[in-house]
């Protein structure tokens, strides 16, 4: 069965990310292994993230998650659907996309 790609990146959706630090990945986020199992029925999964692959993958590993995953890049590559908690949906309107550019938060940084 053909599969659809999804891109699903690391920080700040898999995980509870509130600072980047070169040599620690935070805790898996509750519920992202359930997530991404049950992504892995319908759709084709990578890893998108910046970080290095090798501590990528032994963090996959270490959340027994690794298995879900078809590969890992930081490249974007051709995709279905991006998951991201650093994304904007692009609607084609430059104005409104300018407004919410303005206005973004990552939902994870606590509103003061
Ligand atoms: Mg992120």
């Keep these: 069965m053909y599969k659809k790609t999804l891109m699903i990146d690391l920080d700040g959706v898999l995980n509870n990310y ?3 630090e070169e040599d620690y990945i935070p805790d898996i986020k509750q519920g992202a292994k359930e997530f991404i199992e049950k992504l892995s029925h319908n759709y084709e999964l990578i890893l998108y993230t910046t970080r290095n692959s090798k501590q990528a993958i032994e963090w996959l ?3 027994n998650i690794d298995k ?3 590969d890992i890049t930081n490249i974007k ?3 279905y659907i991006y998951i991201d908690d650093r994304a904007l949906k692009f609607n ?3 104005d409104e996309t ?3 550019i303005g206005n973004f938060n990552v939902y994870w940084k606590k509103k003061l």
């Design 68 to 70: 879900y995953f078809k």
């Design 61 to 63: 590993q270490t959340n």
């Design 18 to 20: 509130t600072k980047y």
């Design 98 to 100: 300018f407004k919410e």
């Design 92 to 94: 084609g309107n430059f």
């Design 77 to 79: 590559k051709p995709a």
